[in-house]
C-alpha cells in the first residue's frame, strides 16, 4: 500500500479498496454533489420509452442499474441516446409498443430494472421475453411481482413456482385489480401500477406503509391519471393511459448521500455541505433518524425542482447517541440501514434497528452482511431475525472484510474504516458502482487527498 490514505486496488475480477487512517489524524471537510437519484433516474429511461415524444433526462445517475434499464429498453425499440449527466434524450415510442426483443433481457444486480419491468412486459399482449439478471439478482424473490399480475391474467414462468428469474413472460391483456400488499414495497407497488397503465380501468394498490412515492409523481408529470389516498396508503391508476414525454431534473440521491452524512457526524472535527439532494419526504428517514442520534444536520437552499423536493444538507461532527428505529419509518430508510448500523457502532449506547427483514432479501442480506463485517472489526453487533442491535462505542480496528458484491455493504464499510485503527481492506469493492461509480474519488477528495 502506498502512503495515500485512501487507495484502490484493481486486479483482473475484483478491486480492493484499502483505508488507513493517517497518523497525523483525519478530519472531513468539503462542498460535494452526489450523483442522480436511482429510484428516479430507472423510472425517467422508463416512462420515457413508453411515452410518446421525447424525454429529456438532465442529471440522471451513469451506475451500473440505470445503465441495465437503459440496455434493457433499447433491446425493445426504445431509442434512447448515449447517457451522461447532462443531457439524456429517450424518444419514447408509445405505451404498448415495446417489441419483442431477439434476445434475454439482462437486468444485471437491478430489482428495480426487473420488478418494474415485468408489470410493463405482462401486459404486451402476444410478445413473448425472458428476463434475467446477476447471481444476487436470480436469488432475490419474484413472486412478490409475480402472483398480483397472475392476478390481473399474466402468464410468467420461473424456477421454484415462477418465483426466481430466469423469467418467461407471454404478454397478455390485463384486467385490472385492487391489490393489498403484504408489504412497504416501491417495486411491487410500481410493478402494479406500471401494468395498470394497460388495464382497462382502475388498478389500485394498497400498500401497509407508505414506500417511495417517486412512480406515482413521475406518471402524473407524464400525463396518467392517477390519485393517491393518503388514509390508506393507496394509489390509483386508469388505463388505458396515454403518456408524453417531459423533461425530469433528477435530483442528487439521498441514499449516496446518507455516506457522507453519517462520515461528516462519526469523524471528529468535520464539516461536509452535501449539495442539490433530493428530499422527498418518502425518502427522508435517514435524516429523521439521525436526527433521534443527535446528529448536527441542516437542511439549506430548500427548493422543488421538477416536481421533487431538494435541499443542500450540512453536516458537522456531534457525538451520537443510540435509539430505536423500527415502524412505519423503516421503509422511509430502507436502504439506508447498513450506514445507519455504522453510526450506531460510533454512536454512546444501543441502536436497535428491528421491523427490517426485507434487508435479507436486497442485494445480498444485509442484516447478516452487516453483523458479520462490523464485527469482524471488532464491534458489538447482533442480528435480530428483522434487523440488529448494535452497542456503540467499541473502538475498531481494521482488517479485511467483504463487500459481499453489494454496493452499499462496501460504501458502508468504508465510512467505518474512516475511524478504525490499521488498514482495513474491503475485497469486492468494484461493487459500488452500481449506484455510485465516484465513491473513491469523493472520499478521496473529502479526505483531502
Ligand atoms: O433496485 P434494487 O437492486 O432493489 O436496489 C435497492 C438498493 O439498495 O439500491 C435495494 F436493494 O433499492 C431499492 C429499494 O430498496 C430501490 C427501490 C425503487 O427504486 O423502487 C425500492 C426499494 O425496494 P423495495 O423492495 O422496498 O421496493
Redesign the pocket.
Same mark, same amino acid.
Given at each position: 500500500m502506498s502512503d495515500s490514505f485512501v487507495t484502490l486496488e484493481t486486479t483482473e475480477n475484483q478491486q480492493d479498496l484499502m483505508i488507513k487512517k493517517p497518523a497525523s489524524g483525519l478530519s472531513l471537510h468539503g462542498r460535494i454533489t452526489v450523483p442522480g437519484d436511482?429510484?428516479?433516474s430507472?423510472?425517467a429511461l422508463m416512462l420515457g420509452a413508453i411515452a410518446l415524444g421525447e424525454t429529456q433526462i438532465n442529471g440522471l445517475l451513469l451506475g451500473e442499474?440505470p445503465r441495465s434499464t437503459a440496455s434493457c429498453f433499447r433491446a425493445m425499440g426504445a431509442d434512447i441516446s448515449q447517457l451522461n449527466t447532462e443531457m439524456v434524450r429517450v424518444q419514447g415510442i408509445g405505451l404498448g409498443q415495446l417489441q419483442e426483443p431477439v434476445d434475454i433481457l439482462n437486468a444485471g444486480? *437491478?430489482?428495480?430494472?426487473?420488478?418494474?419491468m415485468l408489470g410493463l412486459l405482462a401486459a404486451h399482449s402476444e410478445r413473448l421475453f425472458v428476463v434475467t439478471g446477476d447471481n444476487?439478482?436470480r436469488s432475490?424473490p419474484m413472486s412478490?411481482v409475480v402472483h398480483p399480475l397472475q392476478q390481473m391474467g399474466a402468464k410468467i414462468w420461473g424456477r421454484q413456482n415462477n418465483s426466481f428469474a430466469p423469467l418467461a413472460i407471454k404478454g397478455q391483456n390485463l384486467r385490472p385489480i385492487h391489490y393489498h400488499s403484504p408489504?412497504?414495497?416501491?417495486?411491487?407497488?410500481?410493478c402494479i401500477l406500471l401494468a395498470g397503465l394497460m388495464a382497462e380501468g382502475q388498478t389500485t394498490v394498497t400498500e401497509p406503509a407508505l414506500?417511495?412515492d417517486?412512480?406515482e409523481r413521475m406518471l402524473q408529470a407524464f400525463g396518467a391519471e392517477l390519485s393517491v389516498d393518503p388514509e390508506t396508503n393507496s394509489v390509483t391508476v386508469t388505463g388505458p393511459a396515454k403518456l408524453h414525454g417531459q423533461t425530469v431534473v433528477v435530483p442528487g440521491d439521498i *441514499?449516496s448521500a446518507a455516506f457522507w452524512l453519517v462520515a461528516g457526524a462519526i469523524v471528529p472535527g468535520s464539516e461536509l455541505v452535501i449539495e442539490n439532494v433530493g428530499v422527498n419526504p418518502t425518502r427522508t428517514g435517514i435524516l429523521e433518524a439521525l436526527a433521534m442520534m443527535e446528529a448536527d444536520i441542516k437542511l439549506e437552499n430548500e427548493r422543488v425542482v421538477a416536481g421533487e423536493p431538494v435541499a443542500d444538507l450540512r453536516v458537522r461532527s456531534s457525538s451520537l447517541k443510540g435509539c430505536t428505529i423500527a415502524g412505519d419509518l423503516i421503509?422511509r430508510l430502507?436502504?439506508e440501514i447498513p450506514i445507519l448500523a455504522v453510526a450506531g457502532v460510533f454512536a454512546q449506547g444501543t441502536t436497535i434497528i428491528r421491523d427490517a427483514a426485507?434487508l435479507r432479501?436486497?442485494?445480498s442480506d444485509?442484516i447478516t452482511v452487516m453483523a458479520t463485517q462490523l464485527n469482524q472489526l471488532g464491534a458489538k453487533v447482533t442480528e435480530l431475525p428483522d434487523g440488529l442491535e448494535i452497542t456503540g462505542g467499541t473502538p475498531l480496528t481494521g482488517t479485511n472484510v467483504d463487500s459481499h458484491a453489494?454496493?452499499?455493504i462496501t460504501m458502508s464499510l468504508a465510512i467505518a474504516a474512516l475511524n478504525a485503527t490499521n488498514t482495513t481492506t474491503i475485497h469486492g469493492a468494484e461493487a459500488a458502482a452500481?449506484?455510485y461509480p465516484d465513491f473513491v474519488t469523493t472520499l478521496q477528495k473529502i479526505c483531502g487527498q
Amino acid at each position: 500500500m502506498s502512503d495515500s490514505f485512501v487507495t484502490l486496488e484493481t486486479t483482473e475480477n475484483q478491486q480492493d479498496l484499502m483505508i488507513k487512517k493517517p497518523a497525523s489524524g483525519l478530519s472531513l471537510h468539503g462542498r460535494i454533489t452526489v450523483p442522480g437519484d436511482k429510484s428516479i433516474s430507472h423510472r425517467a429511461l422508463m416512462l420515457g420509452a413508453i411515452a410518446l415524444g421525447e424525454t429529456q433526462i438532465n442529471g440522471l445517475l451513469l451506475g451500473e442499474d440505470p445503465r441495465s434499464t437503459a440496455s434493457c429498453f433499447r433491446a425493445m425499440g426504445a431509442d434512447i441516446s448515449q447517457l451522461n449527466t447532462e443531457m439524456v434524450r429517450v424518444q419514447g415510442i408509445g405505451l404498448g409498443q415495446l417489441q419483442e426483443p431477439v434476445d434475454i433481457l439482462n437486468a444485471g444486480n *437491478s430489482g428495480t430494472t426487473l420488478r418494474l419491468m415485468l408489470g410493463l412486459l405482462a401486459a404486451h399482449s402476444e410478445r413473448l421475453f425472458v428476463v434475467t439478471g446477476d447471481n444476487s439478482l436470480r436469488s432475490r424473490p419474484m413472486s412478490r411481482v409475480v402472483h398480483p399480475l397472475q392476478q390481473m391474467g399474466a402468464k410468467i414462468w420461473g424456477r421454484q413456482n415462477n418465483s426466481f428469474a430466469p423469467l418467461a413472460i407471454k404478454g397478455q391483456n390485463l384486467r385490472p385489480i385492487h391489490y393489498h400488499s403484504p408489504i412497504a414495497s416501491a417495486q411491487v407497488k410500481s410493478c402494479i401500477l406500471l401494468a395498470g397503465l394497460m388495464a382497462e380501468g382502475q388498478t389500485t394498490v394498497t400498500e401497509p406503509a407508505l414506500s417511495r412515492d417517486h412512480s406515482e409523481r413521475m406518471l402524473q408529470a407524464f400525463g396518467a391519471e392517477l390519485s393517491v389516498d393518503p388514509e390508506t396508503n393507496s394509489v390509483t391508476v386508469t388505463g388505458p393511459a396515454k403518456l408524453h414525454g417531459q423533461t425530469v431534473v433528477v435530483p442528487g440521491d439521498i *441514499s449516496s448521500a446518507a455516506f457522507w452524512l453519517v462520515a461528516g457526524a462519526i469523524v471528529p472535527g468535520s464539516e461536509l455541505v452535501i449539495e442539490n439532494v433530493g428530499v422527498n419526504p418518502t425518502r427522508t428517514g435517514i435524516l429523521e433518524a439521525l436526527a433521534m442520534m443527535e446528529a448536527d444536520i441542516k437542511l439549506e437552499n430548500e427548493r422543488v425542482v421538477a416536481g421533487e423536493p431538494v435541499a443542500d444538507l450540512r453536516v458537522r461532527s456531534s457525538s451520537l447517541k443510540g435509539c430505536t428505529i423500527a415502524g412505519d419509518l423503516i421503509p422511509r430508510l430502507i436502504d439506508e440501514i447498513p450506514i445507519l448500523a455504522v453510526a450506531g457502532v460510533f454512536a454512546q449506547g444501543t441502536t436497535i434497528i428491528r421491523d427490517a427483514a426485507e434487508l435479507r432479501v436486497k442485494e445480498s442480506d444485509r442484516i447478516t452482511v452487516m453483523a458479520t463485517q462490523l464485527n469482524q472489526l471488532g464491534a458489538k453487533v447482533t442480528e435480530l431475525p428483522d434487523g440488529l442491535e448494535i452497542t456503540g462505542g467499541t473502538p475498531l480496528t481494521g482488517t479485511n472484510v467483504d463487500s459481499h458484491a453489494d454496493h452499499r455493504i462496501t460504501m458502508s464499510l468504508a465510512i467505518a474504516a474512516l475511524n478504525a485503527t490499521n488498514t482495513t481492506t474491503i475485497h469486492g469493492a468494484e461493487a459500488a458502482a452500481v449506484s455510485y461509480p465516484d465513491f473513491v474519488t469523493t472520499l478521496q477528495k473529502i479526505c483531502g487527498q
